[in-house]
């Protein structure tokens, strides 16, 4: 009986919007990181790197090792890699905030416009009451 308990349990969480709503996020998020990835070595990095490896002779960020095998191109790559990500999901919950503001304010606006319901039932029963007693008199 527990472990029917314990299944049940299970699929109503795996059944739950947050989880869904996570697994899509770790999905589009991976693809979006192959883009991101893809924008810092083969834009980014060439164009703002480009002077400092022509002075070190060395044609792939990969390849740039100090020392005893220390990859420090690699690590440059992963710290401009992070700072545009960084970046773009600043800019998208920048926009995001944006558009809830805009949306709360157009929310607030229409709610302000809009006639009070208890104010327009009472309009029409009053106005109801009236016709009645025009006619009963």
Same mark, same amino acid.
């Given at each position: ?33 192959? !883009?991101v990835?893809?924008l810092?070595?083969?834009? !980014?990095?060439?164009? !703002?790197? &480009? ?7 060395? +044609? ?10 220390? +990859? !420090? ?15 773009c ?8 905030? +944006?558009? +809830? ?32 007693? &025009?006619?009963?008199?």
């Open positions: 009986m527990a472990r029917s308990g314990l299944l049940a349990d299970f699929q109503k969480f795996l059944l739950q919007g947050n989880v869904i709503d996570l697994a899509v996020a770790v999905i589009i998020g991976g693809a979006f990181g192959k !883009i990835e893809s810092v070595t083969d834009v !980014i990095t060439p164009a !703002i790197l &480009s002077p400092a490896m022509n002075a070190l002779n060395v +044609k792939a960020l990969e390849n740039l090792v100090v020392g005893d095998g220390i +990859k !420090i191109g690699l690590f440059l790559a992963a710290v401009i890699n992070f700072v545009v990500i960084a970046f999901i600043f800019l998208l919950v920048r926009a995001f905030e +944006k558009a +809830k503001r805009k949306f709360s304010r157009q929310e607030a606006i229409e709610e302000a416009a809009a006639p009070d319901p208890l104010l327009l039932s009472q309009d029409r029963l009053t106005n109801a009451i009236e016709r009645l007693t &025009s006619k009963m008199n």
